[in-house]
Nanobody
């Protein structure tokens, strides 16, 4: 069994910052973090940031320069530092890990940015 637990979401004013964290636990030998996704109301889930081999990162154009993804492989955690938040960043954020070619998702954490 694999469990992913996210934390760090909340309500913040535009221009503020939040740090999301996602910790994997259970039978996770060999598990690797993949990234963060978000889903805004009425929209499809979209990739926000991706991390591979622990160091290579990619970002959606809309968050480039404002968000930073990082991982702590020893603790099987992945983080998303979000700065200069905008109302359009509002949504439910999900972390994503892969193990033996199977993808696992966190339960989601709500991020709300007020204008």
């Amino acid at each position: 069994q694999v469990s992913l637990v996210e934390s760090g979401g909340g309500l913040v004013q535009a221009g503020g910052s939040l740090r999301l964290s996602c910790a994997a636990s259970g039978s996770i030998f060999g598990i690797a973090p993949m990234g963060w996704y978000r889903q805004a109301p009425g929209k499809q889930r979209e990739l926000v940031a991706r991390i591979t081999t622990g160091t290579t990162t990619n970002y959606a154009d809309s968050v480039q320069g404002r968000f930073t993804i990082s991982s702590d492989n020893a603790k099987n955690t992945v983080h998303l530092q979000m700065n200069s938040l905008k109302p359009e960043d509002t949504g439910v954020y999900y972390c994503n890990f892969v193990l033996a070619s199977r993808y696992y998702w966190g339960q989601g954490t709500q991020v709300t940015v007020s204008s």
